[in-house]
């Protein structure tokens, strides 16, 4: 499988970690395509337990085997059947298998396809291993935004943000709105106006962005695992995004209508 790079500063980053073949015990895929977060992870995977010298060859037994995903070394983590999140069992079990030997290659992988399925119980039990991770063990974390895992889990991954579901975000609208809401839940205010600044003369594109913005804030919302006190923010903004949408129809200034915006949020970094 050729994993198809739509991002030259992720593709030169992969391609770096190949040659150096210095590969992270942890790595975080966040992006709107699960189809691409799962081919990044999987293509990653190969390279990770890959036997040849050109990796990842998709010829040696390993990436045959990696591709037939029946290999006894890569092991996916779901959330169990009829289950809404990743239990904290559930991340229990893979702290036991991630210290017992690989069976064939010589390191195991755990690709985690719904990361931002774990609860916050879940997500702390995860992190023990992250801190002290077995030798020969890589952990492959997807999920829709990082923002979604605690930072303490975040920091010790290595990340990769795919933009590769944005057909018709041309303008960028889709992926503004998850840096600003990012932003938000940091509490960088000042990356927030500096976002929003460049919408200020134009009220039409003021407008998409928004709309975008009340979309994504959506998609996060029902995801059902951020904190309280995330979910307020972000629940809060939803909740003002109409109001700012009518505002941007009069002659309001429109730098003055982003500052109420930012200061408006009522959200502080805990």
């Known amino acids: 499988m050729i994993f198809n790079f739509h991002d030259e500063k992720i593709k030169n980053s992969i391609e770096n970690l190949i040659k150096s073949r210095r590969f992270p015990h942890a790595v975080l895929i ?8 799962i081919n990044l992870a999987e293509y990653l995977t190969k390279a990770f337990l890959c036997s040849a010298d050109d990796i990842p060859c998709d010829k040696c037994d390993n990436c045959r085997l990696a591709n037939d995903k029946n290999h006894p070394d890569i092991t996916y983590v779901f959330p169990e059947e009829n289950k809404k999140f990743i239990s904290v069992n559930k991340i229990r079990e893979v702290r036991t298998q991630a210290f017992v030997r690989p069976h064939s290659a010589l390191s195991k992988v755990f690709i985690i396809t719904e990361a931002h399925r774990m609860n916050e119980q879940a997500q ?16 492959i974390l ?9 930072e303490t889990v975040r ?3 290595t990340q990769f943000t795919l933009n590769g579901d944005t057909a018709g975000d041309e303008k960028g609208y889709l992926i503004n709105a998850q ?15 500096k ?22 804030a959506v998609s996060m919302l029902k995801s059902g695992n951020l904190s309280i006190t995330k979910s307020r923010a972000l629940t809060s903004l939803y909740s003002e995004i109409e109001g700012f949408k009518d505002l941007i129809k009069t002659n309001i200034n429109l730098s003055l209508l982003f500052s109420a915006m930012v200061c408006g949020a009522k959200y502080q970094k805990q």
Do not use: T, W
């Not at 997807?142 to 605690?150: G, N, R």
């Not at 998409?208 to 979309?215: H, Q, T, V």
């Open 124 to 139: 702390n039990a995860f992190l023990k291993i992250l801190e002290e991770p077995p030798k020969n063990v890589h952990f």
């Open 30 to 37: 966040e992006g709107n395509s699960e189809s691409e977060r």
């Open 179 to 193: 840096s600003y809401v990012e932003f938000l839940l940091s509490g960088k205010r000042y990356e927030q106006l």
């Open 195 to 216: 976002l929003l600044s460049q919408y200020e003369k134009d009220r039409a594109s003021a407008d998409e962005f928004l709309s975008a913005l009340k979309e994504y």
């Open 155 to 157: 920091s010790r991954c």
């Open 142 to 150: 997807l999920c829709v935004s990082k923002m979604q895992m605690l």
